[in-house]
């Protein structure tokens, strides 16, 4: 049974940071792209960051370009994700998921391609 499981949210004041993890068991942690995903209250699921099996290749939504790193540690089947410069438009439940494949797909940004969503750590930003 394949689990997932986000930690590291919390309050920060904007300009802060704060590295979420997240941890996966039941699969083989390397042979899979992974994902970060927010939801705001009232608003649709965003696509946050993807990366590549390898940790090769990485993809960011625009409004976190050049402020988040996506990284993982194959080794410890873990998954991060470093946020600084936060801003109180971050604010949000963070969630990881497990992919389908090794590769990003096309749509990741929509979840397409992914699966084994966790339960999601929240991150609140003041202002």
């Known amino acids: 049974q394949v689990q997932v499981v986000e930690s590291g949210g919390g309050l920060v004041q904007a300009g802060g940071s704060l590295r979420l993890s997240c941890t996966a068991s039941g699969l083989t942690f390397d042979s899979y792209a992974m994902g970060w995903f927010r939801q705001a209250p009232g608003k649709e699921r965003e696509g946050v960051s993807c990366?590549?099996?390898?940790?090769?290749?990485?993809y960011y939504a625009d409004s976190v370009k050049g402020r988040f790193t996506i990284s993982r540690d194959n080794a410890k089947s873990t998954l991060y994700l470093q946020m600084n410069s936060l801003k109180p438009e971050d604010t949000a439940m963070y969630y990881c998921?497990?992919?389908?494949?090794?590769?990003?797909?096309?749509?990741?940004?929509?979840?397409?391609?992914?699966?084994?969503w966790g339960q999601g750590t929240q991150v609140t930003v003041s202002s």
């Open positions: 990366i590549t099996w390898s940790g090769a290749s990485t």
């Open positions: 998921a497990a992919g389908l494949i090794g590769l990003c797909s096309g749509s990741w940004s929509k979840g397409g391609g992914f699966r084994n």
